[in-house]
T-cell receptor, first 114, second 116 residues
Framework: AQTVTQSQPEMSVQEAETVTLSCTYD???????LFWYKQPPSRQMILVIR??????QNATENRFSVNFQKAAKSFSLKISDSQLGDTAMYFC???????????FGTGTRLKVLA | GAVVSQHPSWVICKSGTSVKIECRSL??????MFWYRQFPKQSLMLMAT?????????EQGVEKDKFLINHASLTLSTLTVTSAHPEDSSFYIC????????????FGSGTQLSVL
């Protein structure tokens, strides 16, 4: 069975600084998808970034980028130039292709400080 | 982008009553929808997979008689919490994939259920 671990329950960062959120996972699959979702106080789940395991290139979306280390089964999220609006709960998720069944980590609560 | 609408946003009910939560895909057809439950300060846990025109499949430990799921059309799935009890109080979120070429899920805005 797959598992997703987020070892940082809470983090804080100063506005405009950079922060990295950690995520590790365990699977015997060779192909899969990894996601980072953001859940702000509104509780709406918002997709931040997606990585396909067969792609070696790390995904980037504006200020958000990932460091995907397949051999180490690590998938960290880097947020550059942090903004107050980045304050939220961040969930890492794993999915086998075609199943749409996400396995979520326990989340990291990020607070951006003014 | 694809939109999933969920209603109500919050509901308070008395113990023993039933509550229905609706999940609609507004601009795409969803043959499959997923229902998650999130307890305070915890992660999202998949409860069940809703399949249009057929029975839902439930994850281990989820009581199918308590959490009734109906997916009668390609745009609507409902979750009914029957004979609700305080321990059923939680945040319920639905989600749906837009299509085979799109591996990400689109989430509803969630329903906070409080059972008194």
């Amino acid at each position: 069975a797959q598992t997703v671990t987020q070892s940082q329950p809470e983090m804080s960062v100063q506005e405009a600084e950079t922060v990295t959120l950690s995520c590790t996972y365990d699977t015997s699959e060779s192909n899969y998808y990894l996601f980072w979702y953001k859940q702000p106080p509104s509780r709406q789940m918002i997709l931040v970034i997606r990585q396909e395991a067969y792609k070696q290139q790390n995904a980037t979306e504006n200020r958000f980028s990932v460091n995907f280390q397949k051999a180490a089964k690590s998938f960290s999220l880097k947020i550059s130039d942090s903004q107050l609006g980045d304050t939220a709960m961040y969930f890492c998720a794993f999915m086998k292709p075609g199943t749409y069944k996400y396995i979520f980590g326990t989340g990291t609560r990020l607070k951006v400080l003014a | 982008g694809a939109v999933v609408s969920q209603h109500p946003s919050w509901v308070i009910c008395k113990s023993g009553t039933s509550v229905k939560i609706e999940c609609r895909s507004l601009d795409f057809q969803a043959t499959t929808m997923f229902w998650y439950r999130q307890f305070p300060k915890q992660s999202l846990m998949l409860m069940a997979t809703s399949n249009e025109g057929s029975k839902a499949t439930y994850e281990q430990g989820v009581e199918k008689d308590k959490f009734l799921i109906n997916h009668a059309s390609l745009t609507l799935s409902t979750l009914t919490v029957t004979s609700a009890h305080p321990e059923d109080s939680s945040f319920y979120i639905c989600s749906a994939p837009r299509g085979a070429q799109d591996e990400k899920l689109f989430f509803g805005s969630g329903t906070q259920l409080s059972v008194l």
